[in-house]
């Protein structure tokens, strides 16, 4: 029987499983909840509070597990009791989830299409709530916890987050909404290649690079790209973001120095741009923005720089 880990981040209480829980000891693992039940608050507050991170589901019930995660959202978003922070945990927790497991393994359609569920469900609930993509962005990772994977994983599941609500805000049109949304949580898969000393450019500005460092950071969009495109499950689009989403249009991005940018090739620049320097550079928005008025001018056309900039305080960012 194999097993699948899933986070208890993801668990919401009084919700039926529909998928039996178990939990992991030294040397077994043993049922902690039977899928005809729902798992108290008490014992995911437990859990919680003993640092369990991750409890266990049969393989076979991954579907049901999927079908519970878009319950619990669909829930907390559309109850008023829940609070913002609630609302938060539970989509950053399913969206790391899955950053986690595409990182794992890029190659598998299993991981793909949990992107285009976890992008289809980041759309509803986004959609919902206007105050929810700053919830995301003030949550914060528990120091315990914080590691350069669990960065890269929140980056991505940033990005995709604030790509949907871009586009949105921009009134893209809807595939390309989807679309983004997907690339959002891939287009950093490169650093699933790497070893530690290539993975740790990802966490260091681009200025202080040596140039043998810039020169292997610079060719990251195209591994990345890679990875997807001999998938007949993957998008032409999707590739295509993650293989343009270091682009600027004066030329001065990479991997291919393009002059010229779609709609969805500058807000997916534009989103990935901002959360590298906020998640894996520690900058504080306000750092960012003000770097964005001075030094980003050129890179993006001057309207859309303006409609993010307007579309950023409008969220609350």
């Known amino acids: 029987m194999g097993f699948l880990p899933i986070r208890v ?39 919680k509070g003993k640092k369990v991170r991750k409890l266990f589901i049969q393989e076979s019930a991954e579907s049901s597990y999927q079908a519970y995660i878009d319950r619990c959202l669909s829930e907390a978003i559309n109850d008023e009791s829940t ?62 916890s914080k590691s350069n994977d669990a960065l890269m994983q929140r980056h991505s599941v940033n990005t995709s987050s604030l790509c949907i609500s871009f586009a949105e805000y921009l009134k893209l049109d809807k595939s390309l909404v989807e679309f983004l949304g997907v690339a959002g949580l891939f287009h950093d898969i490169a650093y699933s290649q790497y070893d530690e000393q290539k993975k740790a450019l990802f966490f260091k500005p681009m200025k202080e690079m040596e140039a043998a460092e810039l020169t292997e950071y610079k060719e990251h969009p195209k591994v990345g790209s890679v990875i997807l495109q001999d998938k007949d499950f993957a998008s032409k689009e999707v590739i295509d973001l993650v293989l343009s989403h270091e682009e600027k249009k004066n030329g001065n991005g990479f991997p291919n120095k393009l002059t010229q940018l779609t709609p969805a090739q500058e807000v997916m620049s534009i989103c990935a741009f901002y959360d590298r320097e906020v998640t894996c550079l520690g900058k504080t928005r306000a750092e960012v923005l003000d770097d964005f008025n001075m030094n980003q001018l050129g890179n993006y056309e001057l309207d859309i720089m303006k409609k993010f900039k307007a579309f950023v305080k409008k969220a609350g960012l």
């Open 9 to 47: 981040s993801t668990l919401k209480s009084d919700i039926q499983l529909g998928f039996d829980v178990y939990i992991q000891l030294p040397h077994k693992v043993l049922l902690y909840a039977r899928g005809s039940d729902d798992i108290e608050a008490h014992r995911i507050k437990y859990l």
């Open 83 to 144: 609070s913002l922070e609630e609302k938060s945990s539970l989509v950053i927790g399913a969206g790391e989830a899955t950053a986690e497991r595409i990182y794992e393994d890029p190659h598998s359609k299993k991981s793909y299409d949990a992107a285009q569920n976890t992008a289809t469900n980041l759309i509803n609930v986004l959609g919902q709530s206007d105050e929810l993509l700053r919830g995301i962005f003030d949550h914060k990772i528990d120091e315990e």
